[in-house]
T-cell receptor, first 119, second 112 residues
């Protein structure tokens, strides 16, 4: 067990549904990430919350909305998705540091993923 | 723009063989490089992390090397076992960047 959990593990939804993916990390980290893994494509970063800053990948459609209420929990809210959004959604966390304006990024630990199917 | 390439895309070897997986990246200004393992339908397991100032890291039967100037990393697996069968992913992090750029992975099958 990696210390990063994700629920649900599998999700099937229609295009008009609204659902949320949840990620929780038990590692005491201060940064959390959402990645998308589609068939035959490299892993793509979607969103990151690091050191209380949210950094957004500009290519992510607005039908994906992240929420990070605290350093241990991360959500991905989904609405009006398309079939091409079907993928494995992975959450990760890391312990990042900022000293005198210089960032130090450390190893990322991943959860087991949520397999999403959009009908 | 950083691009990460992994060759070969797939590899099948008999049990006990030593093997090398390759990763190349186009921008040598990296912060660190991380190797992962992914079993089918599962998340990623971190294997080794190499900081930009390091040349190699070892963990058990795994050894990863880094040559920043040539934009290359290799993952060496000694005495391969069927349990090593998985997809191996390489990812690089740029200087002062939160972003990991992943390769497409090498799918490894170790035959008993």
């Amino acid at each position: 067990e990696t210390g990063v959990t994700q629920t649900p593990r599998h999700l099937v939804m229609g295009m008009t549904n609204k659902k949320s993916l949840k990620c929780e990390q038990h590692l005491g980290h201060n940064a959390m990430y959402w990645y998308k893994q589609s068939a035959k494509k490299p892993l793509e970063l979607m969103f990151v919350y690091s050191l209380e800053e949210r950094v957004e990948n500009n290519s992510v459609p607005s039908r994906f909305s992240p929420e990070c209420p605290n350093s241990s929990h991360l959500f991905l809210h989904l609405h009006t998705l398309q079939p091409e959004d079907s993928a494995l959604y992975l959450c990760a966390s890391s312990q990042d540091r900022r000293t005198s304006g210089v960032y130090s990024y450390n190893e990322q630990f991943f959860g087991p993923g949520t397999r999403l199917t959009v009908l | 723009k950083q691009e990460v390439t992994q060759i070969p895309a797939a590899l099948s070897v008999p049990e006990g063989e030593n093997l090398v997986l390759n990763c190349s990246f186009t921008d040598s200004a990296i912060y660190n490089l991380q190797w992962f393992r992914q079993d089918p339908g599962k998340g990623l397991t971190s294997l080794l992390l190499i900081q930009s100032s390091q040349r190699e890291q070892t963990s058990g039967r795994l050894n990863a090397s880094l040559d920043k100037s040539s934009g290359r990393s290799t993952l060496y697996i000694a005495a391969s076992q069927p349990g090593d069968s998985a997809t191996y992913l390489c990812a690089v992090r740029g200087d002062s960047s939160y972003k990991l750029i992943f390769g497409s992975g090498t799918r490894l099958l170790v035959r008993p």
